[in-house]
């Protein structure tokens, strides 16, 4: 299996764990995560862009990874990388949880990364629940407002009634 | 009509009636235990469609860990005193109304499919061969599962966590 | 032969009605859960049917896949439903205005 044709995906997935460790392990200091996953999703940009010439197929013909869908995963690094830009005033979330909000948002990137590249109905059913779910877990994060959690309620039942169901 | 459809329809009266008993209930341990036997049902259609391993997968994590769980969370948010006292015609007779719609267009659909007549042999899966297929033909979707179930494991441990002693965001709640 | 393809699909589909209404009618959020799950249910059995009629396996891998995340979600909706009764103190539907006009 050739390994360089998802270095985007592995690169995105390894911020992943690098967050989840950190955000058990480090002391938090919002300025100081900020500036250090700005910079990552900067590196993950180059890496997409370094990678929109490949070609292939991988996992038995469930993944399939040409210009199409590199394309559309530099703008899915892109968007992160503006999203992650806006984030200097969280209000509202505590500072412990920043970053399992990067986290998150890192976890939602990776999902749509696979999906674009997916082939086979189910890759993309579950790829899509993945990206649905790291959205339905940031909506509540907010403490101290209450719209928050109903806010949180309301788009998990009803998204869930809704095109799955 | 042979014993197994037999069987089949006697499952199907089950799963419906268990189901039909759970909607209405206003106590909710009724209706997770009256699910439950629901789900028992739906096990033993997957074991007559040929599908082993699904029936006792349904069994372990539907009605051994899921209505767990739900019983687990009525009883621990003390829910049963707050069982709706009156089911109100209003808050009724829209939703059968669009339940009966959603049945009837069903029954039509599959009664005018040509295709729908076709009688299902019967076979079956060993859990070896399923095995084999599934991490053969689907395993990317076998990892991202995996990962889903870990996001959902951190998201739940954080909506989950009691609320910070300090009302101004505190730095030192216990979960 | 067992019964028509056609009754495993009546099956499903009044499983699916009852999942409905219940997820539509009933004010306890609990309950909408409930009601979610049977939808859930209901689809895997149309899913068990069709892999036997077509005498194809992948319909009871994405019964496997489905079942995976019901149990996925019912965790985040239980989770949010303990955050909304300790911050109200009820898990009525209608006592969660504050996103109305």
Known sequence: ?165 | MTFHGLIFYGLAAVILGATLAAVTRRNLVHAVVYLIISFFGTAAVYYLLGAPFLGILEVIIYAGAIMVLFLFIIMMLRVERQAEYRFSLGQWLPAAILGLMFLVLVALLVSTDPGAGAGLTAATVSPRVFGRFLFQRYWLAVEIVSFLLLIVLIGALVLGRAPARRPTGGTEGDP | ?101
């Open chain 3, 1 to 101: 032969m067992i019964v028509p393809y056609g009754h495993v699909l009546l099956l499903a589909g009044a499983l699916f009605a009852l999942g409905l209404v219940c997820a539509v009618a009933r004010r306890n959020l609990v309950m909408v859960l409930l009601g979610v799950e049977i939808m859930l249910n209901a689809a895997g059995i149309a899913f068990v049917g069709a892999a036997l009629r077509w005498q194809q396996l992948e319909g009871q891998i994405f019964v496997l896949f489905i079942m995976a995340l019901a149990a996925a979600e019912v965790s985040v909706g239980l989770a949010l439903i303990v955050r909304a009764y300790r911050r109200t103190g009820s898990i009525d539907q209608t006592t969660y205005d504050l996103l109305k006009w």
């Open chain 1, 1 to 165: 299996m050739n390994w360089g044709l998802i270095i985007p995906e592995l690169y995105y997935l390894a911020v992943c764990g690098l967050l989840l460790v950190l955000s058990m392990v480090v002391k938090p200091n919002p300025r100081r995560d900020l500036v250090a996953v700005v910079y990552l999703a900067a590196l993950g940009v180059v890496v997409c862009l370094a990678s929109v010439r490949m070609e292939g197929t991988l996992f038995a013909a469930a993944y399939r990874v040409d210009l199409f869908s590199q394309v559309f995963k530099v703008l899915l690094a892109v968007g992160f990388l503006l999203v992650l830009s806006l984030c200097t005033e969280l209000n509202g979330i505590d500072d412990r949880l920043r970053l399992e909000f990067y986290l998150l948002l890192t976890t939602c990137t990776v999902a749509m990364m696979l999906l674009v590249s997916s082939a086979e109905l189910l890759t993309i059913y579950v790829a899509l629940e993945l990206s649905s779910y790291s959205l339905y877990l940031l909506v509540p994060l907010r403490r101290g407002h209450d719209v928050a959690v109903e806010a949180g309620i309301k788009y998990l039942l009803s998204l869930r009634c809704g095109p799955y169901d």
